[in-house]
Each structure stands twice: as structure tokens, then as C-alpha cells.
């Protein structure tokens, strides 16, 4: 599959990232289009997609629809919602994917597909905190999905209004490791979509690399409000998250994902993109549910699986439960 080829594209959640991807991919001359609904679906209708870059705002027209049976099969099919919403997806997605349709999952946390040709003698392992029935991964042909991380900060100004802080990374790859034609030629079509798009030979490492880094200072957010600078500058709350990463550093080595920085080069890393607001935090603004089972839950259940106790990472799972719970996202 040449890029030439990815000519049919869907963005599946055009939320902050969805539609910060889809607009570029529509500005490389793919067409576009969007499953939406209520005030999003409305919005992409009348405006289309709307990036709001520094002092330029870029508008891209796709088609959009609430109903994905409307658009047909795709050859590319971007899944961009956060974990809560991946099981309701999932029941919807059929009707976009055909037998050679490439399936980007730009989420954050341990995706279902983890253990999908990786993970040695946890090879094929179903985690039940991103999974719990299997209905996604019976729904989402394992032969057709591409990982990808992403690299950036964007957020909702308005339905189908972006705005695209800082960072332009897509890191992308195979579930089964390795390169391949199509990812190749999808890392080629990013790249002329103004993506600074690379390709992984492990995409599970760059995953598990990122959630180092967010599975605390994410849900951290989410029950303090506080942003990134003001979390890593409480020097309680900073040895907490150390302690924490300790944990998802002696698991990562456990399942073939070595981590060889130690939990301060990340703050060191973190703290240089100054004060922001975690997306978490930004949905916890929102009311809207909050992805802790695949960002902590998660991290919970990888360490019962290799054996490694994980007290300060059950601690955080227990509190950020608590508070969305009381909340109703959760």
C-alpha cells in the first residue's frame, strides 16, 4: 500500500486530538470524514474542522456523520477517543473497516492490543481493565490496527474548534514490532500532513514510555486542578509520583520494556513544558469520563500479572476513583 492509496480517511472522536489529525490529513488532500454526534456532529457540518494554530486558524471540509454505516469502508480509520468511550466505538466501527483498512489507535494509557504479537509469556494476554469482555478486540480485526503516540497538547476550545498547544509527534507502528509497507507508506502521508511522524520498531515501549510519565501526573490533576509545574514543584507530591514510576519501571522490565531513566529525568522533561493543564484535568472541566482504567487500573493489573507489589500505584487508583466516582465520571 503506497500513500497514495490512504485516500479514504475517518477520524473516529474528533475531539482534541482527533480533530487536530483529521484537519491535517484533510490540508494533504485525503477526504475526510468525521462520526460525531450532538453539538460536535452540528459544528463539523457548518464549519467543518477548525485548528486554531498561535494566530492562524486553519478550516478543513469533511463530510460528517453520527452514523459510521453512512461513510463506508475506509482506508484509513483514525480511533481517537479516550478509553471510556472505546467499548460504545467498538459496537459502531464495523461498517468503516474492510479487509486492507488501517486502523490508527491515538490513545492514551496500555491499549487493548498490548500483548497482541509482544510481551513473550504474556503473549496474547487480555488485560480486563482496558478489555474487560474482549468485545473490543472481537470488534477490531487484530490484522488491521497500527499503534500510535501521540506527542502533543491540543484542547476543545468549542465543538469542532481546536486548538493545538505545543508538540507535533506521531510515533507509529506495528502491534507485532518490526516495520512493514503500509506503515511505512502511513508514516510517509503523516509526514506530508505536517506531522513530524516516525515509526517504531516497538510501538508498546513508546507507549509504555508516555504512560511513565502521565499515569501519575494525569489523575494527579484531575482531584487537585493544580497544573503540571505547580504538581512536580510539591516536593510531597513529587516523591509520591517517583515512587509511583518506581513501580511501573520494575514492571515494564518484567514484560520486556526496560526504562533506563530514573523517575527525575522525567520530571526534568515535564516540568520544561511549563504550567499546563493535563487532558484529564481538561475533562474533569468537561464532565466528561476520565480514562484512569487505562492510564492506572490498568498499571494495577500488569503488576498482579508479574508479580511486582504496587502500593503507591493502588494508592493513587484508590484516590482518583474516589474523586471521579463522587463526580460521576467514573
Given at each position: 500500500?503506497?500513500?497514495?492509496?490512504?485516500?479514504?480517511?475517518?477520524?473516529?472522536?474528533?475531539?482534541?486530538?482527533?480533530?487536530?489529525?483529521?484537519?491535517?490529513?484533510?490540508?494533504?488532500?485525503?477526504?475526510?470524514?468525521?462520526?460525531?454526534?450532538?453539538?460536535?456532529?452540528?459544528?463539523?457540518?457548518?464549519?467543518?474542522?477548525?485548528?486554531?494554530?498561535?494566530?492562524?486558524?486553519?478550516e478543513a471540509?469533511?463530510?460528517?456523520?453520527?452514523?459510521?454505516?453512512?461513510?463506508?469502508?475506509?482506508?484509513?480509520?483514525?480511533?481517537?477517543?479516550?478509553?471510556?468511550?472505546?467499548?460504545d466505538?467498538?459496537?459502531?466501527?464495523?461498517?468503516?473497516?474492510?479487509?486492507?483498512?488501517?486502523?490508527?489507535?491515538?490513545?492514551?494509557?496500555?491499549?487493548?492490543?498490548?500483548?497482541?504479537?509482544f510481551?513473550?509469556?504474556?503473549?496474547?494476554?487480555?488485560?480486563?481493565?482496558?478489555?474487560?469482555?474482549?468485545?473490543?478486540?472481537?470488534?477490531?480485526?487484530?490484522?488491521?490496527?497500527?499503534?500510535?503516540?501521540?506527542?502533543?497538547?491540543?484542547?476543545?476550545?468549542?465543538?469542532?474548534?481546536?486548538?493545538?498547544?505545543?508538540?507535533?509527534?506521531?510515533?507509529?507502528?506495528?502491534?507485532?514490532?518490526?516495520?512493514?509497507?503500509?506503515?511505512?507508506?502511513?508514516?510517509?502521508?503523516?509526514?506530508?500532513?505536517?506531522?513530524?511522524?516516525?515509526?517504531?520498531?516497538?510501538?508498546?515501549?513508546?507507549?509504555?514510555?508516555?504512560l511513565?510519565?502521565?499515569?501519575?501526573?494525569?489523575?494527579?490533576?484531575?482531584?487537585?486542578?493544580?497544573?503540571?509545574?505547580?504538581?512536580?514543584?510539591?516536593?510531597?507530591?513529587?516523591?509520591?509520583?517517583?515512587?509511583?514510576m518506581?513501580?511501573?519501571?520494575?514492571?515494564?522490565?518484567?514484560?520486556?520494556?526496560?526504562?533506563?531513566?530514573?523517575?527525575?529525568?522525567?520530571?526534568?522533561?515535564?516540568?520544561?513544558?511549563g504550567?499546563?493543564?493535563?487532558?484529564?484535568?481538561?475533562?474533569?472541566?468537561?464532565?466528561?469520563?476520565?480514562?484512569?482504567?487505562?492510564?492506572?487500573?490498568?498499571?494495577?493489573?500488569?503488576?498482579?500479572?508479574?508479580?511486582?507489589?504496587?502500593?503507591?500505584?493502588?494508592?493513587?487508583?484508590?484516590?482518583?476513583?474516589l474523586?471521579?466516582?463522587?463526580l460521576?465520571?467514573?
Amino acid at each position: 500500500m503506497t500513500h497514495k492509496s490512504i485516500q479514504k480517511t475517518c477520524i473516529y472522536g474528533a475531539g482534541a486530538i482527533g480533530g487536530w489529525i483529521g484537519a491535517g490529513l484533510a490540508a494533504a488532500g485525503c477526504s475526510v470524514s468525521v462520526v460525531a454526534r450532538g453539538a460536535t456532529l452540528a459544528a463539523v457540518r457548518q464549519h467543518g474542522l477548525r485548528v486554531v494554530d498561535g494566530d492562524v486558524t486553519r478550516e478543513a471540509a469533511v463530510q460528517a456523520s453520527a452514523d459510521p454505516a453512512e461513510l463506508g469502508v475506509q482506508d484509513l480509520v483514525v480511533v481517537a477517543v479516550k478509553a471510556p468511550s472505546l467499548l460504545d466505538v467498538a459496537r459502531h466501527i464495523a461498517p468503516l473497516i474492510g479487509p486492507s483498512t488501517l486502523v490508527l489507535t491515538a490513545m492514551n494509557g496500555v491499549p487493548w492490543w498490548f500483548f497482541q504479537g509482544f510481551g513473550g509469556k504474556y503473549v496474547g494476554t487480555q488485560l480486563r481493565a482496558v478489555d474487560a469482555t474482549g468485545e473490543i478486540a472481537a470488534a477490531i480485526p487484530a490484522a488491521n490496527i497500527i499503534g500510535c503516540v501521540v506527542h502533543a497538547n491540543c484542547s476543545v476550545d468549542a465543538p469542532g474548534l481546536i486548538r493545538h498547544h505545543f508538540g507535533n509527534g506521531l510515533i507509529i507502528g506495528e502491534p507485532s514490532g518490526g516495520s512493514s509497507a503500509r506503515v511505512q507508506a502511513l508514516a510517509a502521508l503523516l509526514v506530508r500532513a505536517g506531522f513530524a511522524a516516525s515509526v517504531s520498531a516497538q510501538i508498546q515501549k513508546d507507549a509504555w514510555y508516555k504512560l511513565w510519565g502521565n499515569m501519575t501526573v494525569n489523575p494527579i490533576s484531575a482531584f487537585t486542578c493544580a497544573t503540571t509545574d505547580l504538581i512536580l514543584g510539591d516536593d510531597l507530591v513529587r516523591d509520591f509520583i517517583s515512587k509511583i514510576m518506581l513501580e511501573a519501571k520494575e514492571i515494564g522490565a518484567r514484560i520486556g520494556l526496560p526504562i533506563d531513566q530514573q523517575p527525575e529525568d522525567r520530571h526534568a522533561v515535564t516540568l520544561k513544558l511549563g504550567a499546563f493543564k493535563t487532558s484529564m484535568l481538561q475533562d474533569v472541566e468537561a464532565g466528561k469520563p476520565v480514562e484512569l482504567d487505562a492510564l492506572v487500573s490498568v498499571v494495577r493489573e500488569l503488576g498482579q500479572l508479574t508479580r511486582v507489589p504496587t502500593p503507591f500505584t493502588d494508592a493513587l487508583l484508590g484516590l482518583s476513583r474516589l474523586h471521579a466516582r463522587g463526580l460521576g465520571l467514573y
